[in-house]
């Protein structure tokens, strides 16, 4: 028996990247998926991907950071699927640069890409999961253990999911919800995937170098184990597991690594 059958997801930022991988993977294991990107422009060239799948996939076009649009996401949903099972917060804008330097324009881009569409979709889609028993999860980081020079809108944002789902578990323990977040590795980003500077300009993401990088295909895999072993926190990685066991114990050291990383990456 297939680990999704029947079972509705609703991912949010699934055009591309990891959303696209998970949708993906929910489909061959049986599952319908709601996809969801900004641009209704969009909508044939996603939804020919996923041909194969056309009676279990629709596609809605809705900016979640706007409240009126991610509760048309999750009541377009319904009205298809008749319930949502699972709702993936995926969507978000990374950025990069001091927080002194960067625009205003970014730091509101980033935090309504990720944090408040998070919020206004599961806010919206809560009355539907607890009927089904279902989950909510949060794809963060593994920025959000140890905040990262350069980086402190996105380990902002991505810590905030932590502190959500610690809440969110109270408040929907006795429905049988289950909500997680997964402190997500370094993974394979598409070609066409961009970050905004400081001053709000669109640019290729920074290679990793010298770091393990997970496939899209690997880290969806490990996002959906999450969800069916119903799992609170997985961190993934060998790596991130020792960077998030060291900083509980002694985070003056991930300081310090990270720290003489910074200095290294901004340095003239």
């Given at each position: 028996?297939?680990?999704?059958?029947?079972?509705?997801?609703?991912?949010?930022?699934?055009?591309?990247?990891?959303?696209?991988?998970?949708?993906?993977?929910?489909l061959?294991e049986?599952?319908?998926?709601?996809?969801?990107?900004r641009?209704?422009a969009?909508?044939?060239?996603?939804?020919?991907q996923?041909?194969?799948?056309?009676?279990?996939?629709?596609?809605v076009?809705?900016?979640?950071?706007?409240?009126?649009?991610?509760?048309?996401l999750?009541e377009?949903t319904?009205?298809?699927?008749?319930?949502?099972?699972?709702?993936?917060?995926n969507?978000?804008?990374?950025?990069?640069?001091?927080?002194?330097d960067?625009?205003?324009?970014v730091?509101?881009?980033?935090v309504?890409s990720?944090?408040?569409?998070s919020?206004f979709?599961?806010?919206?889609?809560?009355p539907?999961?607890k009927?089904t028993?279902?989950s909510?999860?949060f794809?963060?980081?593994?920025?959000?253990?140890h905040?990262?020079?350069?980086?402190s809108?996105?380990?902002s944002?991505?810590?905030a999911?932590?502190?959500?789902v610690q809440?969110?578990?109270?408040?929907?323990?006795?429905?049988?919800?289950?909500?997680g977040?997964i402190?997500?590795?370094?993974?394979?980003?598409?070609?066409?995937?961009?970050?905004?500077?400081?001053?709000g300009?669109?640019?290729?993401?920074?290679?990793r170098?010298?770091?393990?990088?997970a496939?899209?295909?690997?880290?969806?895999?490990?996002?959906?184990?999450?969800i069916y072993?119903?799992?609170?926190?997985?961190?993934?990685?060998?790596?991130?597991?020792?960077n998030f066991l060291v900083?509980?114990?002694?985070?003056?050291?991930?300081?310090?690594?990270?720290?003489n990383?910074?200095r290294?990456?901004?340095?003239?």
């Amino acid at each position: 028996m297939k680990r999704f059958e029947n079972k509705v997801f609703v991912i949010t930022g699934s055009t591309q990247g990891l959303g696209r991988a998970l949708a993906f993977k929910v489909l061959n294991e049986g599952g319908q998926v709601a996809l969801n990107g900004r641009k209704e422009a969009k909508k044939d060239e996603v939804l020919q991907q996923f041909a194969s799948f056309q009676n279990r996939v629709i596609y809605v076009a809705a900016d979640v950071t706007k409240s009126d649009e991610a509760r048309k996401l999750i009541e377009a949903t319904v009205a298809h699927f008749g319930r949502i099972d699972v709702l993936v917060n995926n969507a978000g804008m990374s950025a990069y640069g001091k927080l002194e330097d960067s625009n205003p324009s970014v730091i509101q881009e980033v935090v309504d890409s990720n944090l408040t569409g998070s919020l206004f979709a599961s806010h919206y889609a809560i009355p539907h999961i607890k009927k089904t028993k279902g989950s909510i999860e949060f794809i963060s980081s593994l920025a959000a253990i140890h905040g990262l020079g350069n980086y402190s809108l996105y380990s902002s944002v991505k810590m905030a999911y932590i502190g959500a789902v610690q809440s969110l578990k109270k408040e929907l323990h006795d429905d049988g919800v289950h909500v997680g977040a997964i402190y997500l590795g370094f993974t394979k980003n598409d070609t066409t995937k961009r970050t905004l500077n400081a001053n709000g300009e669109l640019e290729a993401v920074p290679v990793r170098k010298g770091l393990p990088v997970a496939s899209q295909d690997e880290s969806a895999g490990v996002v959906l184990n999450q969800i069916y072993k119903r799992k609170t926190f997985v961190v993934q990685s060998a790596l991130g597991k020792a960077n998030f066991l060291v900083n509980r114990v002694l985070p003056r050291i991930i300081h310090a690594v990270l720290l003489n990383q910074f200095r290294k990456m901004t340095k003239d």
